[in-house]
């Protein structure tokens, strides 16, 4: 009789190597740019973080001018009142970090992994209306073919979100 052990073996490194992505993010290089180059990469209504000699703070850009930007932030959750978004200008002089994160891919998965479920639940739907006294027999295998479903639809959401999204930008001063 064949030991089996090391087709286990190829099938547990093949499964580590496969799932690998799935546990971390990889590290992505934040790139560093002129102010000129920040002017042209970081479009009205983005989020960043600025950081001048005041302190660092994370908002809207709202304006980038010649000689300042304009910044929108929320104000904190524990203000009495409304919560009005407070708006501040930022003279260029003044700053010491510009800097936009790379878009979340996250929202990309979300909506490819609903529109995958949502196909499958169709699917099971109307086979359900055609053959509901036989369920049990094909119902495993709807369950499972609506699991594959959502995790290609994840996946294509996923990537055609990652190729459109915008990298990551730090602009610092040479002082």
């Known amino acids: 009789m064949r030991s089996t052990a090391p087709f286990r073996g190829l099938l547990v490194l093949v499964a580590m190597v496969a799932l690998n992505p799935v546990g971390a993010a990889p590290a992505a290089a934040q790139v560093r740019v ?11 209504g983005e989020r960043v973080s600025i950081a001048t000699e005041g302190g660092a703070m994370t908002g809207r850009l709202a304006r980038f001018g010649d000689t300042d930007l304009r910044l929108v932030i929320d104000s904190p959750r524990g203000t009495v009142g409304s919560r009005r978004p407070i708006e501040v200008t930022i003279p260029l002089s003044a700053l010491r970090s510009l800097e936009r994160p790379r878009d979340s891919t996250k929202n ?3 909506i490819g992994a609903g529109i995958g479920a949502g196909s499958a639940l169709a699917m099971f739907m109307y086979a359900l209306a055609v053959d509901r006294n036989e369920v049990d027999e094909w119902g495993p ?18 990537a055609i979100d990652r190729a ?12």
């Open 141 to 158: 295998t709807y369950l499972g073919v609506g699991g594959v479903l959502t995790g290609v639809g994840a996946l294509a959401g996923w």
């Open 108 to 110: 990309g998965a979300l």
């Open 164 to 175: 459109h999204s915008k990298r990551h930008i730090r602009f610092e001063p040479d002082n």
């Open 34 to 44: 002129t102010l000129d180059e920040a002017r042209r990469e970081v479009s009205v």
